[in-house]
């Protein structure tokens, strides 16, 4: 099982940009299917966006799209969120999450490992 910690969470003004670091132990990121949600108060948990075990092939929900890359370095066996373009509609608390299965999900009861979360907030 592995163990996801978070950091890189702050303010931002509209139109910025932030890159959230998602830090793995006890397991290789490369190995699991890395997800990115989040969850704004009052809001289901959204999923944001994966990057896929072995090929790195990314997937992003509609309304990141063009604006959130997620990447990952092997070396440092962390995963990235890269947010430009930042709207106060992604104001959340953003979560990593690793899943071992095999299809691609987007659906939060698919990953078994989370980080803690880290606040975004974005000010118009």
């Known amino acids: 099982q592995v163990q996801l910690v978070e950091s890189g969470g702050g303010l931002v003004q509209a139109g910025g940009s932030l890159t959230l670091s998602c830090a793995a132990s006890g397991g290789t990121v490369s190995s699991y299917r890395m997800g990115w949600f989040r969850q704004a108060p009052g809001k289901m948990r959204e999923f944001v966006g994966y990057i896929s075990r072995s090929s790195g092939a990314t997937y992003y929900v509609d309304s990141v799209k063009g604006r959130f890359t997620i990447s990952r370095d092997n070396a440092k066996n962390t995963v990235y969120l890269q947010m430009n373009s930042l709207k106060p509609e992604d104001t959340a608390v953003y979560f990593c999450?690793?899943?071992?299965?095999?299809?691609?999900?987007?659906?939060?009861?698919?990953?078994?490992?989370w980080g803690q979360g880290t606040q975004v907030t974005i000010s118009s």
């Open positions: 999450a690793a899943s071992r299965s095999l299809r691609s999900t987007i659906s939060s009861n698919d990953y078994d490992s």
